[in-house]
T-cell receptor, first 114, second 113 residues
């Protein structure tokens, strides 16, 4: 069964450093998402991406964040200058259809900012 | 604003007992609703979803959920819990035109022998 994969599984970085989180969505999916889950809190939507552009973003997704689909398979989330409060689990998800499509989630990347 | 509420933070049930996890939503129309499960250190696995039609939906691992419009609820049920069901359960509703999900805070399920 196809699945969403994410790398790395864990990343530790220093405050102010740039990090890139990588995701490989399911191959025939067209809509891509990033969510984050701060420890002990709910999963929060960050951004959705379709047709090589951001289609929707939350207020969390400020100028420090960017997303890219550099090739036909990868989908990345970049945090330009990490802050302590960026420490969280980051989930990538994909779906074939936007509205009403079932989202399939990756296993997540746990980011720790020191 | 759209929201999803899971009133129970932590529930403990005995193995073999029945289970019901509560979920309420606040939405202008009938949303698409989902239940996901997250085992420790794992990602989110879809248990079941409701889009339209039959209000009782069946999912994987013996779970089912019932959509009740009058109560704005989508409670998850299982008739007999197994120790492997211990995990965190998240209710979610589709919140935007692009399908982004709004999650509840989750309910942690513990199963005692």
């Amino acid at each position: 069964e196809p699945e969403v994969t994410q790398t790395p599984s864990h990343q530790v970085t220093q405050m102010g450093q740039e990090v890139i989180l990588r995701c490989v969505p399911i191959s025939n999916h067209l809509y891509f998402y990033w969510y984050r889950q701060i420890l002990g809190q709910k999963v929060e939507f960050l951004v959705s991406f379709y047709n090589n552009e951001i289609s929707e973003k939350s207020e969390i997704f400020d100028d420090q964040f960017s997303v890219e689909r550099p090739d036909g398979s990868n989908f990345t989330l970049k945090i330009r200058s990490t802050k302590l409060e960026d420490s969280a689990m980051y989930f990538c998800a994909s779906t074939r259809g936007g509205g009403s499509g079932t989202q399939y989630f990756g296993p997540g990347t746990r980011l720790l900012v020191l | 604003a759209q929201s999803v509420t899971q009133p129970d933070i932590h529930i403990t049930v005995s193995e073999g007992a029945s289970l019901e996890l509560r979920c309420n939503y606040s939405y202008g129309a009938t949303p698409y609703l989902f239940w996901y499960v997250q085992s420790p250190g794992q990602g989110l696995q879809l248990l079941l979803k409701y889009f339209s039609g039959d209000t009782l939906v069946q999912g994987i691992k013996g779970f089912e959920a019932e959509f009740k419009r009058s109560q704005s609820s989508f409670n998850l049920r299982k008739p007999s819990v197994h120790w492997s069901d211990a995990a965190e359960y998240f209710c979610a509703a589709e919140g935007g035109s692009q399908g982004n999900l709004i999650f509840g805070k989750g309910t942690k399920l513990s199963v005692k022998p």
